[in-house]
């Protein structure tokens, strides 16, 4: 037999309602200690002001500097074109240096094309050479004999024509044709005997063994490695920076990495404009390229400019992002200062002499929060 508790009995309303002022007291009581202790929490009061901050300064002077400016350009061969047909006719032999990636010399044979035809010219623009000839002594003899017949009557010829002087001007121009035209056969000849006009490398083949070519068809493209060229593009103050005249100047050959390359002679530059970038052009040619300079690099040109009288050096690092430098004065204070950039090379800016008296403490790596007039504590870069 089991038996059920009693239900619990219920609050009464007055005792219920205690129970709730009671808590909204405590919360109250939290709530007012947690406000008093923010208020009151880490708060110090001092009369000292605090420290400036460090600053690392350079001390730079105004002093006399050689202008540098570097461009990047391409390195191209002089000669670099595609080789075609002189004349037509059927290939008989590819030569093992006619293949792409082959190297080759002035002179090396290529190709070869069917002569036949080529040999029947010449042969007869041999023959009609010949007949010139004997054309141009048979007049000869005409006026000669022309010339003595009047003598001996003692009378004087009429005109030229009874001299056969018109005949003799003839067959000395037919023999000056016959000569063009054999000299004309002889070079389509030579020119079945396909060769490579400069030195270079193959890059391309286009005929084959066999193949029917016509005059102008593509036979292979050659590219010149033994004479490099470069065209350099300048802003109108970078061309303002060169030793002007500058033909005959040489540059430097900069790898991407800074690896030297060699040099390079200036031809001639700066006589017009480009339309596309409005900026002076420099052509220059490769002095002695070795192995690793090849043509198609992408490298660094640096030109020696001209000696500017008075400027500052800095190190790029001095150049806010805001492009500022700033300078500490007499009385520990940061100066703001927009400099006018002349040139950067090897990590260094180089700007004109600002209108403040010198010497002048450079701030080596500026802040974000630099404020101009606000009290610093210079210090040297060694520490």
Known sequence: MTTQAPDKEPLPPKGRWVWVGLSLVVLVAVIFVVWEAEDTANVAVSDVAPPAPIVTVIDVASAEVKAAVTAFAELRPRWDAEIRAAVSGRIIKVHDAALAGERVDVGTPLFSIEKTQYQATVAAAELSLEEAKLALWRAKNNVTVARRQFERDGSKPPNELALHLPQQRIA????????????????????????????????????????????????????????????????QADWGLLDHPIPGQHARLLHRDGTPLGEARIRQGGGYLDRQTRQRRIFLDVVDPGDEVLAGDFVRVAFTGRTIAGALTLPESALSRAGHVWTVDMDNRLVRIEPDILFRADGRLVIETPDSPGPWRIAKTPLASFLPGRLVAPQDPEG
């Open 172 to 235: 000395e121009r037919t023999l000056v044709s016959a000569k063009a035209q054999l000299a004309a056969a002889r070079r389509h000849l030579a020119d079945t005997d396909v060769t490579a006009p400069f030195p270079g490398f193959i890059t391309k083949r286009m005929a084959s063994l066999g193949q029917t070519v016509a005059t102008g068809d593509p036979l292979f493209h050659l590219s010149d490695d033994r004479q490099l060229e470069l065209v350099v593009e300048l802003s």
